[in-house]
């Protein structure tokens, strides 16, 4: 066994709609069935016992290791705690290759996962060693590490439940919710909205006191100190038991509470200034410690926090006891895990010691030991959910408190007896406001209700029914897409929006170009979604970045499918035939909002049968008003778009919406077929927006296909009184097309200037010039500048071989080199010709070509 190539599916797929690690995978002869391998799933289940069934009910076929190496980096990834079901084996059309596809939680242990997998494959196979409690320890401790803590976990988990889109930004707690224009972030329990200010107050213990303090809200006296001495002084001036803390502190580092000794004092004071420069002595409340948490202007959850401890048990010490209570499997080591392990570092010591124990003290049986005065979760203490008992005036003072520090998302430390009466009726007070608290004692409590306190952030950040999307267009199919999102994406900006468009061109937000080249993949995609100024998204999702590795987005507002082709890049990753190319266009309707629609060519069977795969509704396209796929659909009373004589129709029952073609640019008055298709995919997918028809046809009546707006989509110059026509068309379904719109514009004398991509098959090659060369009288082959794989001149020799029965070319000739190809086309143009340049690089081609003709008109005015 061989694994060739891994990939990460980071969206919906061609498999499945999760998250996937793809493996190409290569078995011999024998490891095709795995009953060739006498031993191997016995020794296999030796080293994982808890592997699934290889060949379950239903299963068809033989089980080859591939099956095998599926469902052991599935299994590894489920005993390792990940909540992950999906996988799939694929055999492929080449001898030996399979294709395993495995869900993942988090990209990095999904691919652990997969290598581990073929690490225990192999031990199975040569009957070696292999360590499944490491590996499994090694997959659980990379989790804890990447995965989402408790408190963002859980408000992202809310806001998929709200049907939020969510992107994580970093390694750590940032995340982003929404698109574009919509979007909102959070670090943690801070969302974009807490103010710096905010949390440079919270921050500062002593500020956030003082603005209280004016506010009326009951708060302990204190002082900032800088000195052992002074810390003892502020004491001794506030008497009685107090608190000592950094002032910039947070999640109980450095505080200790309850002292009243010189030497505890100094010992606390050393321990706070580890932690900061200043430092606070305050007036020690006695009661317990409460935390309150706000969000908006609500209290949505409250606990009380318990310092850690143990219970004796008259015969384990201190230490053993500890260690008893850090197996809990809900404690870890940071704050990944509910409750965080108890440790026996210095204050503890000296806890211990104030009470008359060390840790190798065993108290007497239910002897309660203090092991902290402090009571939070992340030195290892405990929380009791008291939310249903807290008072409307306890609940008020919090809120009272958020508010005027300013955080939206905010906890609130109160130390008192009982937080069902008034603060000021028991002697208690606000002891801290802190921004980006944690939630895990109010997901998880220790005793007590569970809160839905991720609901509640995600409400701030999104009303009830606001889902943070914009709307969303995908365009797939094999010819006519870029010019399809172009004019969708004009139309939409007409509707006043700032439209995100990626395509084979570049990537563009509004106007504005920010990446050239094929930018139709996922990544530009997100790259747009990410856009804080984007109010609506138009995207070319080509074949190659499904494949590679899936959408950018979970689902779409319209998917628009125009054609399925031949010459599409068969015969690469797996796609040998038009039928498999279906299945990978398909992939964004599948994946269209149940409320969205999927607008597809009726005049196109494998394009038309992809309407049972659609969640939401279909809009049916086609020049022929009568097919019979289009006539049945609207017999049905649904949406359609279709030609009735010179005009592009829009019908829904008996409403019907008419554009005449003489108004759309695009159509050159009706003569260029394609264009009309696009011109109808780009309606139907506004109209499924809810665009009004006026903007529509102010759209389609506004959008010029010139060089600029759609360069290389059939953008037509004068030269001299002869034609040229320049086109990216690159495989025969393009050249039919090309021909039929040629076939309308008369001409004296017809050439065609010609290229090939070299990662098409020999056979669409050849197809190309067999197409041409029944059309044009001269043909003029070049050589692109990358031959993607193909020896020199090995793709003009192939054109050249198609046009070895060409009945009308009578002339041709091989250039070297694209720009000397085209001057050699202009310099035999007479008017009234026609010339078709099929260009290879668009951009460069256009400008030179844009330079021949501006020199040629401004010979013309000389001479004139």
């Not at 006296?221 to 002074?230: F, Q, R, Y």
């Not at 509910?338 to 840790?359: C, N, P, S, Y």
Request: glycine residues 10%; hydrophobic residues 45%; charged residues 25%.
């Amino acid at each position: 066994m061989d694994v060739q190539r891994v990939r990460t599916l980071r969206g919906p797929n061609l498999w499945s709609r999760h998250t996937a690690i793809e493996a190409v995978v290569y078995c011999n002869d024998q490891e095709r069935a795995i009953c060739n391998l006498p031993g191997f799933e016995t020794r296999l289940r030796e080293r994982f016992p808890e592997l699934d069934v290889l060949k379950p009910a239903g299963y068809r076929g033989p089980v080859s290791v591939a099956r095998a190496l599926e469902l052991s980096a599935l299994g590894l990834q489920e005993q390792a705690g990940c909540p992950v079901t999906f996988s799939h084996t694929a055999a492929t059309v080449e001898d030996g290759i399979f294709q395993v596809i495995v869900e993942y939680s988090e990209e990095e242990v999904g691919r652990l996962a997969m290598d581990l997998a073929e690490q225990l494959i192999q031990a199975a196979l040569d009957d070696g060693p292999f360590d499944l409690a490491a590996a499994l320890a090694r997959l659980q401790d990379l989790d804890e590490d990447v995965r989402l803590g408790p408190s963002t976990g859980a408000i992202v988990q809310a806001a998929a439940a709200r049907g939020v889109p969510y992107r994580r930004l970093t390694q750590g707690s940032m995340v982003q919710f929404g698109w574009g224009s919509r979007q909102r972030r959070i670090q943690a329990a801070e969302t974009g909205r807490t103010g710096a200010i905010a949390e440079t107050i919270a921050q500062d213990k002593e500020l956030t006191k003082a603005l209280l303090d004016a506010a009326g809200v009951p708060v302990p006296l204190g002082k900032v100190v800088s000195t052992a001495e002074d810390a003892w002084a502020a004491a001794q001036a506030l008497g009685g038991r107090v608190v000592v803390k950094p002032r910039d502190g947070n999640q109980g580092k450095g505080v200790t509470v309850n002292i009243e000794t010189r030497d505890q004092v100094f010992a606390a004071f050393a321990g706070a200034k580890a932690r900061g420069d200043e430092i606070i002595v305050e007036r020690y409340l006695p009661g317990a410690d409460f935390r309150l948490l706000v969000v908006g202007d609500k209290l949505v959850a409250a606990a009380r926090r318990d310092p850690p401890r143990v219970i004796g048990d008259g015969q384990h010490t201190i230490r053993e006891l500890v260690e008893e209570i850090n197996r809990d499997p809900r404690r870890g080591s940071g704050h990944a895990t509910t409750l965080t392990k108890i440790r026996l570092d210095d204050i503890a010591l000296a806890t211990l010691a104030e009470r008359g124990f060390t840790a190798d003290s065993v108290p007497p049986k239910g002897k309660r030991v203090l092991l902290r005065n402090n009571a939070n979760l992340s030195t290892g203490g405990t929380a009791t959910d008291v939310t249903d008992d807290v008072h409307a005036e306890v609940a008020a003072r919090a809120v009272e408190a958020a508010q005027m520090v300013g955080l939206d998302i905010c906890g609130v430390d109160v130390v008192c007896e009982s937080v069902t009466r008034p603060l000021e009726e028991q002697g208690g007070g606000i002891v801290e406001v802190n921004a980006a608290p944690g939630l895990r004692m109010h997901l998880a409590p220790s005793f007590g209700k569970s809160r839905p306190v991720g609901e509640a952030i995600v409400d701030i950040m999104f009303p009830p029914g606001d889902s943070g999307r914009i709307p969303v267009v995908a365009v797939a199919g094999t010819n006519g897409k870029t010019t399809t999102v172009r004019l969708t994406a004009h139309i939409l900006g007409v509707q006043g929006h700032r439209v995100g468009m990626t395509n084979s061109d570049g990537v563009y937000i509004g106007r504005q170009r920010i990446d050239t080249g094929d930018c139709s993949g996922p990544r530009s995609a997100r790259n747009v979604l990410l856009h804080p100024e984007v109010d609506a998204a138009v995207f070319e999702t080509a074949r190659g970045g499904v494949l590679r590795e899936g959408l950018a987005f979970d689902r779409c507002d319209v998917a628009i499918v125009t054609n399925i082709g031949i010459g599409d890049h068969l015969g690469l990753n797996y796609i040998h035939s038009v039928e498999d190319l279906a299945v990978v266009k398909r992939v964004i309707v599948q994946n269209v909002a149940p409320q969205g629609t999927a607008v597809l060519n009726a005049a196109d069977p494998m394009v038309a049968a992809m309407a049972d795969a659609c969640p939401g509704s279909i809009i049916y396209f086609a020049s022929d008003r009568d097919h019979p796929v289009l006539a049945t659909h609207r017999a049905q009373g649904k949406r359609v778009v279709y030609l009735e004589g010179d005009a592009i129709v829009a019908a829904e029952g008996r409403s019907k919406v008419s554009i005449p073609l003489a108004d759309i640019p695009l159509t050159r008055n009706g003569s260029i077929g394609f264009q009309i298709e696009n011109a109808m995919a780009s309606a139907a997918a506004a109209w499924a927006l809810g665009v009004d028809w006026v903007i529509v046809k102010k759209g389609l009546s506004s959008f010029v296909n010139d060089a600029a707006t759609a360069p290389g989509r059939f953008n037509v110059f004068d030269y001299r009184g002869a034609t040229l026509i320049a086109d990216y068309g690159h495989n025969p379904d393009a050249m039919m097309a090309l021909l039929k719109a040629v076939d309308n514009m008369p001409a004296r004398r017809r050439a065609v200037v010609i290229s090939g991509a070299g990662d098409r098959r020999d056979e669409d090659i050849r197809r190309q010039t067999e197409l041409l060369g029944d059309a044009f009288d001269d043909v003029i082959l070049y050589q692109d500048q990358c031959q993607r794989g193909r020896a020199d001149g090995e793709v003009v020799a192939l054109l050249r071989a198609g046009l070895a029965q060409a009945r009308r070319a009578s002339h041709v000739q091989e250039i070297r080199g694209e720009f000397v190809a085209i001057d050699t086309a202009l310099a035999r143009l007479q008017a009234g010709d026609l010339c078709l340049i099929l260009v290879d690089q668009v951009e460069e081609a256009l400008q030179h070509i844009e330079q021949r003709v501006a020199g040629a008109t401004e010979s013309a005015v000389a001479l004139a």
